[in-house]
């Protein structure tokens, strides 16, 4: 079943610029295998990472994830079936936000501002409005 999984965790203080490429060159190589596709937003603390693909196979992923030791307290935000991908071409596109400073290629609603709040303190969204939000750094 294609599905979706967003999770946040906090990145550690040893987790360098250098193992960022590392996760990414690995996203790269790894995910086109398991039709897997995503997003990344972190920043020097945390990681926020939209995955989709089929619900086996994000779960399998999700446990390799949680035993990563570049970050720590990794929480699914949202769990859920999706009728079809938002990025499909994208083995894993990221970004990097400065929670204080976060600039948004579109306008912003309280609402969103709210949900991106929410999702660095790892509270529970649907999946619509984390997609949402995620779209709108991309």
């Not at 897997?36 to 603390?45: C, M, R």
Request: hydrophobic share 35%; with cysteine; proline share 3%.
């Amino acid at each position: 079943m294609l599905s979706q999984l967003v999770y946040v965790s906090n990145r550690k203080a040893n987790c360098s610029k250098e193992e960022i490429d590392r996760i990414l060159r690995s996203c790269q190589a790894n995910n086109a295998s398991l039709d897997i596709t995503g997003v990344l937003l972190y920043s020097k603390t945390k990681f926020i990472q939209y995955l989709e693909g089929d619900s086996r196979e994000l779960l399998g992923l999700y446990d390799k994830i949680k035993g990563d030791k570049r970050h720590e307290k990794a929480m699914i935000i949202s769990y859920s079936p999706i009728s079809t991908k938002q990025f499909p071409s994208w083995q894993m596109a990221a970004k990097e936000i400065a929670p204080t400073q976060v600039t948004f290629r579109t306008a912003i609603s309280p609402e969103h501002k709210k949900v991106f709040d929410q999702l660095l303190l790892g509270q529970q969204q649907s999946a619509s409005s984390v997609l949402g939000l995620l779209k709108k750094f991309f």
